[in-house]
């Protein structure tokens, strides 16, 4: 009995031993093997090169008269004549209206025949103070007086033209807001001059682009209901960029002799810009835009870098890029999202 007992007790000894070696080898065998991935990215680029590239820009603007001005009288009447029709061109100084003005005729009636008086008064005065018959303080009070009637005469005389209102310029005069016999005032709108035969065309082009608005270059543009295009020449440009927009005004003449066109046309513009044979052109793809400013993935020395740059005019699939790159960089055409500042990337040049 005693040596099948030591029997048993060794054969359970076995078994626990066999167990825990299981157990070791199971735990060895699951244990996590750390991973640590590629370090160097695999990604697509080419090599920035100058080429040749000319473009337009498009742009929307309005036509307005060359000159336009509301006609309104600078003192207050009862109209007596009114010498323009509704919509016919007028010329420079021709009379439009005229206002009952018969008082101020009067008034500068009575200030010459006073100032007739104090001019034989004033003459007969000067003999007598060279005889010494009056002082000269009565002499020098009649001419002050001659002096001031002159005034009231001279401001007479500027309400009376005013009673006369005439066009400014050549024009076209627009639909008449007053009757005959009307009491305007100088807040009174009487009728409407527009100069046609030149027409203004205002527009925005973004800052960048400033060097290419020359004075005097020529822009296309056509309007709505219409198939042809009409050329316009460029007479100045705002020196001074909206802040907001960062646009520059432009305006530019079109001749309109044969009054083809009307103000207020909505306006498709193209301004052409010069050829530039140094242009370094990107894909599209490869301008990243942040929340400050646009970058492109440049591998130097087998890193990438992260370059601001300055964007220009685009294509269907490329951009113009005016600052940021030169000539000969290494850029990304793929792994845009993949790449970070200091990456190691192996670039296969296309």
Do not use: W
């Amino acid at each position: 009995m005693r040596q099948s007992s030591g029997l048993s007790i060794f054969f359970l000894s076995c078994l626990l031993s066999t167990a825990g070696l299981v157990s070791c080898n199971g735990n060895k065998g699951t244990a996590p093997v750390k991973n640590k991935g590629p370090r160097i990215l695999n990604a697509e680029g080419i090599i920035v090169m100058p080429q040749i590239f000319q473009t337009d820009y498009a742009a929307t603007g309005t036509l307005l008269p060359n000159e336009e001005v509301s006609v309104m009288p600078e003192v207050q009447g009862r109209i007596t004549k009114i010498s323009f029709k509704e919509g016919s061109i007028v010329k420079q100084g021709q009379v439009l209206v005229n206002l009952y003005n018969e008082d101020i005729k009067a008034q500068l009636q009575k200030l010459r025949a006073q100032r007739d008086l104090q001019i034989k008064i004033r003459d007969r005065q000067a003999e007598l103070l060279n005889i010494g018959g009056i002082s000269r303080q009565d002499y020098e009070t009649t001419v002050t007086t001659i002096a001031g009637i002159d005034a009231d005469i001279e401001y007479a005389g500027t309400q009376l033209r005013k009673t006369t209102i005439v066009a400014p310029f050549t024009g076209r005069a627009g639909i008449r807001n007053v009757s005959m016999g009307a009491v305007v005032t100088p807040a009174t709108v009487i009728t409407t001059l527009q100069q046609l035969h030149l027409l203004k065309m205002d527009f925005n082009v973004p800052e960048q682009y400033r060097s290419e608005l020359s004075t005097g270059k020529d822009v296309q543009f056509t309007v709505s209901g219409s198939q042809d295009t009409f050329l316009a020449k460029i007479s100045a440009v705002e020196p001074m960029a909206n802040a907001s927009t960062r646009t520059v005004r432009v305006r530019a003449i079109v001749e309109n002799g044969q009054n083809v066109l009307a103000p207020g046309a909505f306006t498709h513009i193209i301004v052409p810009f010069d050829e530039n044979a140094d242009a370094l052109l990107v894909p599209s793809q490869s301008v990243i835009p942040t929340n400050r400013e646009k970058v492109v993935a440049v591998i130097r020395g087998g890193k990438a870098q992260m370059i601001p740059v300055r964007t220009g005019a685009r294509t269907s699939d490329k951009v113009e890029i005016i600052s940021g790159l030169s000539k000969g960089d290494t850029i990304l055409t793929t792994g845009i999202m993949q790449v970070k500042p200091g990456m190691d990337v192996q670039v296969t040049v296309m």
